[in-house]
């Protein structure tokens, strides 16, 4: 609601409870002056509900957007992590089998393998995986 109504609605029930003291206690006046004081404070409590949901709202869908972030941001960084063990898996092997192959190659200087341990783990390489 606007806050110029706000304001006159809460004045308005103000002046009627000060205005209840000069009716004469039991009259129809005074009953009808209370019932129509009931009626406006029942608006102004439907008022305040209705703010309060409408903030309650706004804060759970301000919760849920952060919640969206965090969960957004925890998969960014599972993919990161995925691809990074994906790579590992790929270069770690093809970095040892270099190596290894190397210095095989460098104790294999006549061309051929007579050393066993070269030759199993020569055959032992795989070059695409399965």
């Given amino acids: 609601m606007d806050e110029k109504i706000k304001e006159l609605l ?3 029930i103000r002046s009627q409870i000060i ?9 129809k006046e005074k009953a009808d002056a209370i ?4 009626t406006l404070y ?7 509900k209705a703010e309060m949901d ?8 301000d919760s849920e957007d952060r919640y969206r972030q965090e969960q957004l941001k925890e998969r960014t960084k599972d993919r990161y992590i995925n691809l990074g ?6 270069v770690l092997p093809l970095i040892f089998n270099c190596v290894w192959m190397s210095k095989g190659f460098e104790f294999e200087k006549t061309g051929t393998f007579t050393s066993t341990t070269f030759r199993n783990l020569f055959s032992r390489f795989r070059t695409t995986t399965k």
């Fill in 42 to 48: 029942k608006l102004r409590i439907e008022e305040v």
């Fill in 85 to 90: 063990i994906a790579a590992a898996g790929i």
């Fill in 35 to 38: 019932d129509d004081l009931a």
């Fill in 54 to 61: 409408l903030d309650d709202k706004v804060d759970a869908r």
């Fill in 10 to 12: 809460d004045e308005e």
């Fill in 19 to 27: 205005d209840l003291a000069s009716f004469k206690s039991g009259s």
